[in-house]
């Protein structure tokens, strides 16, 4: 019985360390063109979903392993792994995965941040991984914390 309190206590603990911090929704243009909606949980992690301008729909999850600091600037690493499905007439769905790494600068006291990000798919018929770059600005909604 014990031990459950402990338990409880402490999971207690950790979820109100966790709604204490930041919750955040974005919303991104990037180019090549594409938009996405990001959700950041606990400033580390974020659940990011969108549709490309060339038609792939994309889904990805991003962790921020850290912070550094650049004079005035605040660089933030990120790195993420997703997939992305493109629909054809006829039924047709082609399907890839890939993996992220970026840099995010946010932008003075403004909900804005601007990022970078280098990705490399990969498709389950033969053709060969792609890589490509994006850049993009995101506009975060402060949801709590």
Same mark, same amino acid.
Not at 61 to 86: D, E, F
């Given at each position: 019985? @014990?031990?459950?309190?402990? #338990? %409880? #206590? *402490?999971?207690?603990?950790?979820?109100?360390? &966790?709604? /204490?911090?930041?919750?955040? *929704?974005?919303? /991104?243009?990037?180019?090549?063109?594409?938009?996405?909606?990001?959700?950041?949980?606990?400033?580390?992690?974020?659940?990011?979903?969108?549709?490309? +301008?060339?038609?792939?729909?994309? &889904?990805?999850?991003?962790?921020?392993?850290?912070?550094?600091?650049?004079? !005035?600037?605040?660089?933030?690493? =990120? &790195?993420? =792994?997703?997939?992305? #499905?493109?629909?054809? $007439?006829?039924?047709?769905?082609?399907?890839?995965?890939? /993996? =992220?790494? +970026?840099?995010?600068? !946010?932008?003075?006291?403004? $909900?804005?941040? #601007?990022?970078?990000? =280098?990705? %490399?798919?990969?498709?389950?018929?033969?053709? $060969? /991984?792609?890589?490509? !770059?994006?850049? +993009?600005? @995101?506009?975060?909604?402060? *949801?709590?914390?």
């Amino acid at each position: 019985m @014990r031990r459950h309190a402990v #338990a %409880v #206590a *402490l999971i207690g603990i950790v979820a109100a360390e &966790a709604a /204490a911090q930041t919750l955040e *929704l974005g919303i /991104a243009g990037r180019v090549p063109p594409a938009a996405t909606v990001q959700l950041t949980l606990v400033q580390r992690y974020a659940v990011e979903v969108g549709a490309s +301008g060339t038609g792939p729909l994309v &889904a990805f999850a991003k962790v921020y392993p850290g912070q550094q600091g650049l004079g !005035p600037l605040t660089l933030r690493s =990120l &790195a993420g =792994l997703g997939a992305a #499905a493109v629909f054809f $007439p006829g039924d047709r769905v082609a399907y890839a995965i890939f /993996a =992220l790494v +970026g840099l995010e600068i !946010p932008i003075g006291d403004t $909900p804005f941040t #601007a990022f970078g990000e =280098l990705g %490399v798919a990969v498709a389950p018929d033969p053709s $060969p /991984a792609v890589v490509g !770059p994006t850049v +993009g600005v @995101r506009f975060d909604f402060d *949801l709590g914390g």
